[in-house]
């Protein structure tokens, strides 16, 4: 995994001895890994430098935005599919080769 647990817990503003939900986000974080890879067809292990980062900034919004949200529908609210600078943050890292 390129995102810990404690990045993970840090972006999400979760106390550090708040454990309860730690089995949840580290599922969040294997799940928006892969749909990060799969978004920009990379394999998000093997990125460095400035595209690690990049890709990190892409997992660490998904996961904000999927532990925020839990349902797949918000009754009375605006809806997106992902946050803005999600799509932004892939096309960054992107491999138009594939």
């Not at 890709?55 to 919004?61: D, E, H, M, S, W």
Request: proline fraction near 2%; glycine fraction near 6%; charged fraction near 25%.
């Amino acid at each position: 995994m390129i995102v810990t647990l404690d990045e993970a817990k840090k972006h999400l503003n979760i106390d550090e001895y708040f454990v309860d939900d730690d089995g949840y986000i580290e599922g969040l974080i294997q799940d928006c890994e892969a749909i990060v890879a799969q978004q920009a067809c990379v394999d998000i292990d093997t990125l460095e430098g400035t595209q690690l980062r990049t890709a990190k900034r892409a997992v660490l919004l998904l996961v904000g935005d999927y532990y925020a949200q839990r349902e797949s529908t918000i009754v009375g609210a605006s809806v997106n599919p992902h946050p803005v600078g999600f799509d932004r943050l892939c096309a960054l890292i992107r491999d138009y080769s594939k």
